[in-house]
């Protein structure tokens, strides 16, 4: 079973930077398909940044030039820097983790509890 856990949100001044944390456990959690979603007061959760051996990563547009999705097999952890950051970046922000065969998503997905990023202007 795949547990996850978020850390690094905090409050920061537009312009600046974050780096989250995702800490993983479980038997696949370094061969999965992982992401960070984010969720912000009254609107849908929507994915941001996705990394999944064989498939490379991909980015909404509104991230595109400004995060970087990572992933360090040595200490099960995905990261993701954000630089540039704007107010609308505001959000609770999700690990999320899902099987991978062959660069294919399949299963239930995993998520982690959360952490909150807030971005004043």
């Known amino acids: 079973q795949v547990q996850l856990m978020e850390s690094g949100g905090a409050s920061v001044a537009a312009g600046g930077s974050l780096r989250l944390s995702c800490a993983g456990s479980g038997r696949y959690y370094n061969t999965g398909c992982m992401a960070w979603y984010r969720q912000a007061a009254g609107k849908e959760r929507e994915g941001v940044a996705f990394i999944t051996p064989g498939a490379g990563t991909r980015y909404r547009d509104s991230v595109k030039g400004r995060f970087t999705i990572s992933k360090n097999n040595a200490n099960d952890t995905l990261y993701l820097q954000m630089n540039s950051l704007k107010p609308e970046d505001t959000a609770m922000y999700y690990c999320?983790?899902?099987?991978?065969?062959?660069?294919?998503?399949?299963?239930?997905?995993?998520w982690g509890q959360g952490t909150q990023v807030t971005v004043s202007s």
């Open positions: 999320w983790w899902r099987h991978n065969s062959a660069g294919n998503c399949y299963g239930e997905p995993v």
